[in-house]
Protein backbone atom coordinates (compact mmCIF):
# COMPACT_ATOMS: atom_id res chain seq x y z
CA UNK A 1 0.00 0.00 0.00
CA UNK A 2 1.10 3.37 -0.76
CA UNK A 3 1.02 6.48 1.03
CA UNK A 4 1.19 9.79 0.09
CA UNK A 5 0.93 11.97 3.06
CA UNK A 6 0.31 12.56 6.83
CA UNK A 7 -3.61 12.51 5.93
CA UNK A 8 -4.06 9.21 4.54
CA UNK A 9 -1.20 7.70 7.01
CA UNK A 10 -3.81 9.15 9.69
CA UNK A 11 -6.41 7.56 7.69
CA UNK A 12 -5.34 4.23 7.23
CA UNK A 13 -4.98 4.37 10.67
CA UNK A 14 -7.89 5.07 11.44
CA UNK A 15 -9.49 2.27 9.61
CA UNK A 16 -7.25 0.03 12.00
CA UNK A 17 -8.82 2.03 14.64
CA UNK A 18 -12.26 0.78 13.37
CA UNK A 19 -11.56 -2.96 12.62
CA UNK A 20 -10.15 -3.63 15.85
CA UNK A 21 -11.95 -5.56 18.39
CA UNK A 22 -9.56 -5.80 21.65
CA UNK A 23 -6.70 -8.63 21.81
CA UNK A 24 -4.58 -7.23 19.30
CA UNK A 25 -0.78 -6.50 19.23
CA UNK A 26 0.46 -4.67 16.19
CA UNK A 27 4.46 -3.37 15.94
CA UNK A 28 5.49 -0.62 13.84
CA UNK A 29 8.27 -0.68 11.82
CA UNK A 30 10.02 2.75 10.48
CA UNK A 31 13.17 4.62 10.73
CA UNK A 32 12.55 7.96 12.73
CA UNK A 33 10.36 10.17 10.91
CA UNK A 34 7.95 7.06 8.95
CA UNK A 35 4.86 7.88 10.36
CA UNK A 36 4.57 5.42 13.23
CA UNK A 37 2.77 8.39 15.64
CA UNK A 38 0.57 9.57 13.03
CA UNK A 39 -0.56 6.13 12.05
CA UNK A 40 -1.16 5.60 16.09
CA UNK A 41 -3.20 9.07 16.59
CA UNK A 42 -5.65 7.54 13.44
CA UNK A 43 -6.08 4.34 15.47
CA UNK A 44 -6.68 6.43 18.18
CA UNK A 45 -9.46 8.12 16.03
CA UNK A 46 -10.92 5.00 14.59
CA UNK A 47 -11.51 3.55 18.14
CA UNK A 48 -13.28 7.09 19.14
CA UNK A 49 -10.58 8.38 21.52
CA UNK A 50 -11.46 11.87 21.83
CA UNK A 51 -8.03 12.07 23.81
CA UNK A 52 -5.03 13.67 21.47
CA UNK A 53 -2.72 10.35 21.36
CA UNK A 54 0.99 11.47 21.98
CA UNK A 55 4.13 10.17 21.55
CA UNK A 56 5.84 7.83 24.38
CA UNK A 57 8.82 8.27 23.29
CA UNK A 58 10.10 9.39 26.47
CA UNK A 59 7.76 8.07 28.88
CA UNK A 60 7.54 4.61 27.82
CA UNK A 61 4.03 4.30 27.38
CA UNK A 62 0.80 5.70 27.09
CA UNK A 63 -2.69 4.59 27.89
CA UNK A 64 -6.04 5.28 26.10
CA UNK A 65 -9.79 4.59 27.10
CA UNK A 66 -12.03 4.31 24.09
CA UNK A 67 -15.78 4.72 24.05
CA UNK A 68 -16.14 1.36 22.85
CA UNK A 69 -14.66 -0.41 26.04
CA UNK A 70 -11.29 -0.74 24.48
CA UNK A 71 -7.92 0.02 26.06
CA UNK A 72 -4.81 1.78 23.88
CA UNK A 73 -2.09 0.57 24.88
CA UNK A 74 1.12 2.75 23.08
CA UNK A 75 4.46 1.93 23.61
CA UNK A 76 7.74 3.16 22.50
CA UNK A 77 10.95 0.92 23.36
CA UNK A 78 13.65 4.04 21.27
CA UNK A 79 15.41 4.47 24.66
CA UNK A 80 15.21 1.54 26.11
CA UNK A 81 17.83 -1.41 26.02
CA UNK A 82 16.65 -3.80 27.38
CA UNK A 83 12.70 -5.24 28.72
CA UNK A 84 13.37 -5.25 32.84
CA UNK A 85 9.88 -5.01 34.11
CA UNK A 86 8.55 -3.61 30.77
CA UNK A 87 8.60 -6.84 29.94
CA UNK A 88 6.66 -8.18 32.19
CA UNK A 89 3.65 -5.27 32.02
CA UNK A 90 3.81 -5.83 27.48
CA UNK A 91 2.98 -9.60 28.54
CA UNK A 92 -0.05 -8.83 31.02
CA UNK A 93 -1.05 -6.50 28.76
CA UNK A 94 -0.74 -8.47 24.96
CA UNK A 95 -2.60 -10.83 26.93
CA UNK A 96 -5.51 -8.80 27.83
CA UNK A 97 -8.73 -9.08 25.66
CA UNK A 98 -9.80 -5.22 25.63
CA UNK A 99 -6.41 -3.78 24.86
CA UNK A 100 -5.50 -2.95 21.79
CA UNK A 101 -1.71 -2.67 21.88
CA UNK A 102 0.60 -0.67 19.86
CA UNK A 103 4.54 -0.65 20.07
CA UNK A 104 7.05 1.29 18.11
CA UNK A 105 10.83 0.19 18.45
CA UNK A 106 10.12 -3.28 19.96
CA UNK A 107 13.46 -5.07 19.85
CA UNK A 108 13.78 -4.72 24.11
CA UNK A 109 10.52 -6.63 24.13
CA UNK A 110 10.38 -8.56 20.91
CA UNK A 111 10.80 -12.11 23.26
CA UNK A 112 8.24 -10.35 25.29
CA UNK A 113 5.30 -9.66 22.49
CA UNK A 114 3.54 -12.48 21.00
CA UNK A 115 4.13 -14.35 17.81
CA UNK A 116 0.27 -13.20 16.78
CA UNK A 117 1.27 -10.11 15.96
CA UNK A 118 0.45 -7.39 13.12
CA UNK A 119 3.86 -5.90 12.30
CA UNK A 120 3.14 -3.07 9.95
CA UNK A 121 6.37 -1.47 8.28
CA UNK A 122 6.58 2.02 7.10
CA UNK A 123 9.25 2.38 4.43
CA UNK A 124 9.98 6.57 3.62
CA UNK A 125 10.47 6.56 -0.34
CA UNK A 126 10.07 10.51 -0.37
CA UNK A 127 9.68 12.77 1.83
CA UNK A 128 6.03 12.57 2.10
CA UNK A 129 5.45 9.18 0.63
CA UNK A 130 5.55 5.77 2.45
CA UNK A 131 5.02 2.35 1.35
CA UNK A 132 2.86 -0.19 4.10
CA UNK A 133 3.37 -3.78 4.17
CA UNK A 134 1.47 -5.79 6.65
CA UNK A 135 2.98 -9.02 8.09
CA UNK A 136 0.66 -11.38 10.28
CA UNK A 137 2.43 -13.78 12.84
CA UNK A 138 -0.13 -15.81 13.38
CA UNK A 139 -4.17 -16.29 13.05
CA UNK A 140 -5.71 -13.41 14.73
CA UNK A 141 -3.68 -10.79 13.17
CA UNK A 142 -3.99 -12.46 9.58
CA UNK A 143 -7.62 -11.80 10.00
CA UNK A 144 -6.87 -8.28 10.68
CA UNK A 145 -4.76 -7.82 7.86
CA UNK A 146 -6.99 -9.45 5.68
CA UNK A 147 -9.94 -7.27 6.62
CA UNK A 148 -7.37 -4.60 6.24
CA UNK A 149 -6.72 -5.47 2.83
CA UNK A 150 -10.18 -6.02 2.03
CA UNK A 151 -11.25 -2.41 2.30
CA UNK A 152 -8.59 -0.81 0.88
CA UNK A 153 -9.67 -2.40 -2.48
Same mark, same amino acid.
Given at each position: ??????????? &??? +??????? %?? $??? *???? #?????????????????????????????????????????????? &??? +??????? %?? $??? *???? #??????????????????????????????????????????????????????????
Amino acid at each position: MNVKSDIEMRH &FGE +LIGRLVD %GG $EVL *ELIG #DVGAGKTTLTKGIGLGMAISEPIQSPTFTISRTYESPRGLTLMHYD &FYR +LQEAGIM %GD $EIR *EVAA #DPASVVVVEWAGAVDDDLPEDRLRIFINATAENERVIKLVAGGDRSAVLAAKLEESLK
